[in-house]
């Protein structure tokens, strides 16, 4: 009797020991705990043979059990924790870590050249003394028409045709010039030194120097004894500043409704060419009285110029579409 079950433990234990060596994984041993030690499992049916033994083996047997069931709890423990280890090496190992390795590079994103040369021109004008003031892109006909002294069917307006709402006589600006009426109601009578940044749009065959939508900055002065003096002397200094102090200054006669006298500005080239850069004048004295001043009082003078057409000539860029393109090989060059 006690030779039978000494005999079925050795079995048991010997299986036991080969199956815990090849166990694969903690899944494979926990299925192994169960076979030989679960509440069905094959270490079950000799404790209740013990029942049978006889009183004389009893001890023995029942000392050959226990000891079998705790080395098979041992030994499932030891599986257990070996094969543990294993799988979580083998993730770690799955998720390494190199340290070594380059960091991921965050896109840095830049200001668009437009906006440099804006606050490049701010800072110029700034200098002398020019706050910057913001004023609306939709405006209507009165504001970027009537008020400057173009009336409907006024041939000007050939060179200003623009994009129409379904808002009737309200229009998206053609020019930044409808700002200088907002500015001078605003500060009426007080004197008026300042640049008005913005986008500008015209209903335009778009090409290497036009396009449908555009900047502008328009500067304005209104004072007492505002003279052509003080707006010729004040582009010189811009231009210079700007384009560098060999640039000669040219003034030309021209014709704007809202400025008289008119004139464009050119510099020189350095080849012994011109280059056309802004159009300005003496406010007119309608222009002044809608603003809210006395032209009998006040004087002042006004310019304009495309704020693209001053990053093309400092950069040397050929086509004016580029700007907007949105093609980072060009945007990223500046
Ligand atoms: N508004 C004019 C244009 O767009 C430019 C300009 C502004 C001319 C101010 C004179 C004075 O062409």
């Known amino acids: 009797m006690l030779e039978t079950l000494k005999q079925e433990v050795e079995q048991l234990r010997s299986a036991a020991e080969s199956e815990c060596i090849s166990a694969g994984s903690s899944k494979q041993c926990e299925a192994l705990r169960v076979k030989y030690l679960g509440r069905n499992g094959l270490v079950q049916p000799l404790l209740h043979a013990l029942k049978g033994v006889p009183s004389e083996h009893k001890a023995a047997a029942g000392k ?6 705790n080395e098979l709890q041992q030994r499932l423990e030891q599986t257990l924790e070996r094969l543990k280890r294993a799988e979580q090496d083998l993730q770690l190992g799955r998720e390494a870590l190199d340290v070594t390795l380059p960091g991921r590079p965050l896109p840095a994103g830049r200001l668009h050249l437009i906006t440099q040369v804006l606050e490049e021109l ?5 200098e002398m003394g020019f706050q910057v003031f913001q004023t609306r892109e939709v405006e209507d006909d009165l504001m970027n028409f009537q008020l400057l002294n173009i009336p409907p069917d006024h041939p000007a307006r050939d060179m200003h045709d623009t994009f129409y709402t379904t808002t009737p006589g309200v229009v998206l600006r053609t020019h930044t010039s409808p700002g200088q009426i907002h500015l001078m109601r605003q500060r009426c009578p007080e004197p008026i030194r300042a640049v008005l940044p913005g986008k500008c749009y015209r209903f335009e065959q778009t090409d290497a120097s036009h ?19 003080d707006l010729k002397g004040t ?3 811009f231009v210079r500043r700007t384009f560098g102090a060999e640039r000669e200054v040219q003034f030309r006669c021209s014709y704007f409704t809202f400025t008289e006298p008119s004139m464009e500005v050119a510099m020189s080239d350095g080849r012994g060419g011109w280059l056309e850069i802004l159009g300005s004048g ?10 809210g001043y006395d032209p009998q009082r006040y004087t002042g003078f006004a310019f304009g110029m495309g ?6 000539l400092k950069y040397g860029i050929d086509d004016i579409r580029q700007f907007y393109a949105n093609d980072l090989r060009f945007l990223q060059q500046f």
């Open 282 to 291: 003496m406010v007119h004295p309608v222009v002044l009285k809608n603003g």
């Open 64 to 69: 050959l059990v226990n000891e079998l069931k």
């Open 235 to 237: 582009l010189r200094a």
């Open 211 to 229: 396009e449908w939508m555009f900047y502008q900055i328009e500067g304005l002065v209104v004072g007492q004894d505002i003279t052509l003096a």
């Open 307 to 312: 704020v693209e057409r001053v990053a093309m």
């Open 122 to 126: 701010y800072g110029i004008f700034g």
